[in-house]
């Protein structure tokens, strides 16, 4: 039986989340890296405590189907760049064909990226209940979300990941074109998704760095940080150098690509087997009924 929570300090003002708390509800405590509140500690009306996660409340909250889609998504854009990079280093496929792939892999990880976006932008505010309804907001704006601010970034890294792939496939661009059409969306577009994964990897952890193997959700996060970096990498390799009109290292380039495409396929796996187990943490537990004595 959980025992009752001494009532906090009146005089002091704790940070909030987004969550709104129904009537007879209280914020003990919270959490979080920086300015940012990602755990919290409730006390229900009956005493009792809650404790809310940021991540693990959106996930359990989102609707199953939108999960299973952003998951695939995910999976398929990154099976397309780990496709495109192992050809472009050891296959004799085409080069407008391999750019082809890498560009519709850029699409497919916009549509998953929105869909992640849109999971954050529509969370349900209330603790402990599942939405009655579906909401369909497009867009928000909340900065001071550390979810909001991971989806919006990766979202906008996807945007010049699209742009980077579909110039790519132009024919007879110079190293001074390549390194502005190409390269420059392409390593803007990596410094984004380096930021977003860091700001998703300190939402789980509740600060900036921690280390949970036993928990899905980190190694989702972990995942995809490293990913990150990978393409961070592969990008800095990828800069033309206007002496030779060569990537500056193809191979840590290919290499790079494919590292960050096989971390993003297996994150993106486990996006669904995450959400279930949310779901089921968050249920209400059935309590047995007292016995009456005659």
């Known amino acids: 039986m959980t025992s009752p929570a001494p009532p906090p300090d009146p005089l002091v003002r704790l940070p909030s989340s987004y969550v709104d708390l129904p009537a007879g509800w209280e914020r003990v405590s919270a959490d979080g890296p920086g300015p940012f509140v990602t755990s919290e500690t409730l006390r229900r009306p009956d005493g009792t405590l809650a404790k809310w996660r940021s991540r693990a409340h959106r996930k359990a909250g989102h609707a199953p189907f939108v999960t299973r889609w952003m998951a695939a998504l995910f999976a398929l854009g990154s099976a397309c760049f780990l496709v495109a990079s192992v050809a472009s280093q050891w296959a004799s496929t085409s080069r407008p064909a391999i750019g082809v792939v890498f560009f519709v892999g850029s699409l497919l990880f916009t549509a998953a990226a929105y869909l992640q976006y849109g999971e954050v932008v529509n969370v349900h505010r209330e603790p402990g209940r599942r939405a009655r309804r579906l909401r ?19 979202l906008i890294g996807t945007l010049l990941f699209n742009v980077s792939t579909f110039l790519a496939l132009q024919h007879g661009l110079d190293a001074r074109q390549a390194d502005l059409r190409v390269w420059a969306p392409d390593a803007a577009g990596s410094v984004c998704f380096l930021v977003a994964s860091a700001l998703a990897y300190a939402e789980v952890c509740h600060r900036w760095w921690c280390l949970h193997r036993h928990s899905m959700s980190w190694w989702i996060v972990a995942l995809n940080l490293t990913g990150a970096v990978a393409f961070g990498l592969a990008a800095i390799a990828s800069l033309v150098e206007p002496s030779t009109d060569e990537l500056v290292n193809v191979r840590i380039a290919n290499a790079g690509t494919s590292l960050g495409a096989v971390c993003f396929l297996i994150g993106a796996i486990l996006l669904a087997p995450e959400a279930t187990r949310a779901t089921r943490s968050a249920r209400p537990r059935s309590r047995p009924a007292p016995v009456r004595t005659p």
Do not use: M
């Open 136 to 154: 369909l907001r497009p867009a928000s704006w909340e900065p001071k979300r550390i979810d909001w601010l991971a989806g919006s970034i990766q």
